[in-house]
């Protein structure tokens, strides 16, 4: 298992950026899919990106405006949002995936303000 903790989140103007950042413990994510959900209010949870081995996905939403990375050293991942918009406002959850088994974080909420 793994236990997971997003962090970074807050408010911030359009055009503006944030860093959320993931810590994960229990386990090593160095064999995980990990990637970053989001769920706006009155919306089911999406995809942001998702980072299986070398493979990284991402909705296309945030292409070209979202990062996702990871640090196996640190048992980290993180996502890097440019260019928020006030649709990018959601609780954003950080998640990992292994064998079949769903892990996710408690989430951070993020909030572009125009």
């Known amino acids: 298992q793994v236990q997971l903790v997003e962090s970074g989140g807050g408010l911030v103007q359009v055009g503006g950026s944030l860093r959320l950042a993931c810590a994960a413990s229990?386990?090593?994510?160095?064999?995980?899919?990990t990637g970053w959900y989001r769920q706006a209010p009155g919306k089911q949870r999406e995809l942001v990106a998702r980072?299986?081995?070398?493979?990284?996905n991402y909705a296309d939403s945030v292409k070209g405006r979202f990062t996702i990375s990871r640090d196996n050293a640190k048992n980290m991942v993180y996502l890097q949002m440019n260019s928020l918009k006030p649709e990018d406002t959601a609780v954003y959850y950080c998640?990992?995936?292994?064998?079949?088994?769903?892990?996710w974080g408690q989430g951070t909420q993020v909030t572009v303000s125009s």
């Open positions: 980072n299986s081995g070398s493979t990284t």
């Open positions: 998640y990992a995936n292994r064998y079949s088994s769903d892990y």
């Open positions: 229990g386990n090593t994510l160095r064999f995980y899919v």
